[in-house]
């Protein structure tokens, strides 16, 4: 979601629907948006695999417990 600063829309395509028909040329270039979704892939593969390792290890553990008991 972005937020458009000049008519406070949220919107989630590439230009402000409010300004992307009024005004055809866009402030920023269109080149920063790819960036963004890499970074914001990057950081969501940083999160995701720990996340995952960690939920593994959390149900082996629990098996390991279920199994002693
Ligand atoms: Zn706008």
Redesign the pocket.
């Known amino acids: 979601m972005k937020y ?6 949220l ?1 989630t395509t590439d230009v ?5 028909v ?1 005004k055809p040329e866009a402030s920023e270039p269109p080149e920063p948006a790819p960036q963004k979704t890499v970074r914001r892939q990057w950081i969501a593969l940083v999160i995701a695999i720990p996340a995952t390792i960690l939920l593994i290890l959390g149900v082996l553990k629990l098996l390991q417990l279920l199994q002693q008991s």
């Open positions: 458009c600063k000049k008519c406070g829309v919107y402000c629907p409010k300004c992307g009024l």
